[in-house]
């Protein structure tokens, strides 16, 4: 059987449960509508590894050089390279199609979200623009990819409740100093983890982070946030440099996947779902943002690059924009 046999065969059997005389009419129509056309196989014989890998160290090495974290490496890795082994071609030979292709079997094998797939439809369109920027492509297949409808679903920040129930399940000085640091500064967990004790400037209430891309920037602690972290600092007999570290020997420093654990184990105790460290950040930017606080000002105390993002962040309070529209509307 031909190609186009064959791929006539095969849509029909996908269709499946058809009566004879549909399915029938259906084939026929096939036949007509294809009669133009060259039909043959695509060739799915993968290439030598080394070709595909080159063009990703190359851009992995640019996004190095960029200043960008190791786990955004890791996920741009990780979706170049399913993308890359699953359709078998050299960057060159890659079409708009292909990389179609490669997210509709994705998201029907995964089950994926469609945030997800965004986010790797976004890698892939960045890795063909730079390729193309840099000329290793004539065209850029990615360019033609439009944004993927998704539920913009609204993310809560913690009520004031959740955040007093959370900090009564603390156990220990640390977990709670940890909890007000989160909250005061509204920093990444990365951020967090990488902190030392001779970055808090208790004087002055401030914090020096490193923040995305190794940019240093300051962030600002309430007074209360700096009792709970004198208590905790005084109450250590290690001597290690790092701010938070583990309560048992050798006392190491509390690394990302730590913090999210113990925010995990306090929010069993509290009661409280979907306890995280980046619901802190989202809180944050919501409450100050609610009493007043500039958009601006809150985008330089969350590090953002761009303003856009800080949008994301917040939650307006309706009855702050029910008030604001009495004031104005009146």
């Known amino acids: 059987m031909d190609a186009r046999g064959q791929l006539i065969r095969d849509v029909l059997e996908a269709m499946g449960g058809l009566e004879y005389a549909v399915r029938q009419r259906v084939e026929e129509i096939f036949v007509i509508c294809l009669n133009g056309y060259e039909v043959q196989e695509r060739c799915t014989e993968i290439v030598e590894a080394g070709e595909r890998k080159d063009y990703l160290n190359m851009y992995l090495a640019t996004l190095r050089v960029e200043g960008r974290s190791e786990g955004t490496l890791d996920q741009y890795r990780l979706r170049i390279s399913q993308m890359l082994g699953f359709l078998g071609k050299s960057a060159e030979d890659i079409t708009v199609y292909d990389l179609r292709y490669f997210l509709a079997c994705y998201r029907r094998a995964r089950k994926v979200s469609n945030s997800t797939l965004d986010n790797i439809r976004r890698c892939l369109k960045a890795f063909f623009s730079w390729l193309s920027a840099e000329g290793h492509i004539d065209r850029n297949p990615a360019a033609a990819l439009k944004p993927i409808q998704q539920l913009k679903a609204i993310k809560k920040e913690y009520s004031q409740v959740e955040l007093e129930k959370i900090r009564n399940a603390c156990q220990n000085k640390r977990d709670i100093a940890l909890i007000e640091m989160l909250y005061a500064t509204g920093a990444r967990v990365s951020e967090i983890s990488g902190l030392d004790v001779q970055d808090v400037d208790f004087e002055n209430l401030e914090v020096k982070v490193l923040g995305k891309g190794n940019k240093e920037r300051v962030v600002y602690i309430t007074e209360r946030c700096a ?104």
């Open 227 to 330: 009792m709970y972290l004198q208590e905790y600092l005084t109450s250590r007999t290690d001597c290690e440099s790092s701010l938070f570290v583990s309560t048992r020997a050798p006392h190491g420093r509390v690394c990302k996947p730590g913090i999210e654990r113990i925010l995990r184990e306090l929010g069993k105790r509290a009661g409280v779902r979907n306890v995280h460290p980046h619901r802190y950040r989202r809180t944050l930017a919501t409450n100050l943002i609610n009493r007043g606080c500039n958009i601006q000002d809150v985008q330089q105390i969350l590090g953002h690059a761009d303003i856009s993002t800080t949008q994301l962040y917040y939650v307006y309070n309706r009855n702050v924009v029910k008030t604001a529209y009495r004031k104005y509307a009146a």
